[in-house]
């Protein structure tokens, strides 16, 4: 049974920042390029970001671009999204994604919905306005 979990959510005002974390049981995430999508109230689920499994690059959301950042450390076989200057349209669930089977580990990742197998239960991001 593999299983990814996001953690890390919580309540700031406009501007403040947070940082997310997403771990894994049952599967090495090393291995698995890594998206980020959200839900929004009263919205359908959007992409945020990703990021690859061989050179660690990265992919955005025009809305996020310059503010949010994916990573990964290794070590802890963890990946994070920082979120920095957070606006009030940023609201919503947060979740992420992995595929199956992991791909041949090569540059580039998915932003699509439907490239993702496993996902988490998701952790709540409120900005206050």
């Known amino acids: 049974q593999l299983q990814v979990a996001e953690s890390g959510g919580g309540l700031v005002q406009p501007g403040g920042t947070l940082r997310l974390s997403c771990d894994a049981s049952g599967l090495t995430l090393l291995y698995y390029p890594i998206a980020w999508f959200r839900q929004a109230p009263g919205k359908g689920r959007e992409a945020v970001g990703c990021i690859d499994n061989a050179g660690h690059k990265t992919d955005y959301a025009d809305s996020v671009k310059g503010r949010f950042t994916i990573s990964r450390h290794d070590a802890k076989d963890t990946v994070y999204l920082q979120l920095n200057n957070l606006m009030p349209e940023d609201t919503g669930l947060y979740f992420c994604?992995?595929?199956?089977?992991?791909?041949?580990?090569?540059?580039?990742?998915?932003?699509?919905?439907?490239?993702?197998?496993?996902w988490g239960q998701g952790t709540q991001v409120t900005v206050f306005s």
């Open positions: 994604a992995a595929p199956s089977p992991p791909p041949l580990r090569q540059d580039g990742c998915s932003m699509a919905a439907d490239a993702y197998d496993f």
